[in-house]
């Protein structure tokens, strides 16, 4: 006699095991993709769509700003965006001779007119200065980088105007060029020699121009 065959339970357990299986690597799957999007996981950068990192650089010091985009696909690319100057005839200059040498404050100031901008009376630094500077009134550093750039110098010697005033009228301009000795065309200051008539001795005087 033969015996009643027993049901037949493995198929049902395999299925059930796969898809418990499949329901554990989804939760991970999603539990991995939330950790990724959350807060914080930029590292203090920009995370764009598409895997992109974007960085910006203030660079407003200078008048700008750059930013520089790394894509997903490892191509990184930079943009600088930078201001404009105000036209010459907006900026106001004044020239003051720091170098110790005569007529190079009236002949820099003449160039930097010639160039469009109102010009303050050239006059002496309250005291004398081995390099050339450019100093700029707050908001008016592009403009300076400009006025050195007219005189042939780089943008190294733009400073923002010191506390203490670098020379008469400084405090009514835009920008201030103080002339160091490191000035290259300077003008001989002029010389007046007066002899006395009748007289075996001599008086010199010498008068030397800004």
């Known amino acids: ?10 198929g049902l357990d395999a299925n059930a095991r796969g898809i418990a299986v499949l329901v554990a690597a989804l939760l991970i799957g999603f539990l991995l993709l939330f950790k990724a999007g959350g807060p914080g996981s930029g590292g203090g950068e920009n995370v764009a769509s598409g895997g992109s990192t974007t960085t910006t650089l203030d660079i ?19 943009t600088t965006t930078t201001s404009t100057a105000r036209q010459p005839s907006q900026v106001k200059v004044l020239v003051l001779n720091g170098s110790g040498k005569g007529g190079v404050a009236k002949s820099n100031s003449e160039t930097i007119g010639a160039a ?3 010009m303050a009376s ?26 050195a750039a007219v005189l042939g110098q780089a943008p190294g010697v733009v400073a923002a105007l010191p506390a203490t005033s670098p020379g008469p009228g400084a ?11 490191n000035v290259t065309d300077a003008a001989a200051g002029s010389s007046t020699t007066t002899t006395a008539g009748g007289s075996t001795g001599s008086t010199t005087s010498t008068t030397a121009a800004n």
């Open 116 to 118: 469009g901008y109102q």
């Open 60 to 78: 407003s010091g200078l008048g700008g700003s750059t930013t520089t985009t790394l894509g997903g696909d490892g191509t990184t690319t930079s």
């Open 122 to 147: 050239p006059a002496n630094a309250t005291a004398n200065a081995s390099t050339t500077a450019v100093y700029y009134a707050a908001g008016y550093q592009a403009e300076a980088v400009a006025v």
């Open 1 to 10: 006699m033969t015996s009643p065959q027993q049901p037949r339970t493995g």
């Open 171 to 181: 405090d009514a301009v835009n920008v201030v060029v103080v002339l160091g000795a």
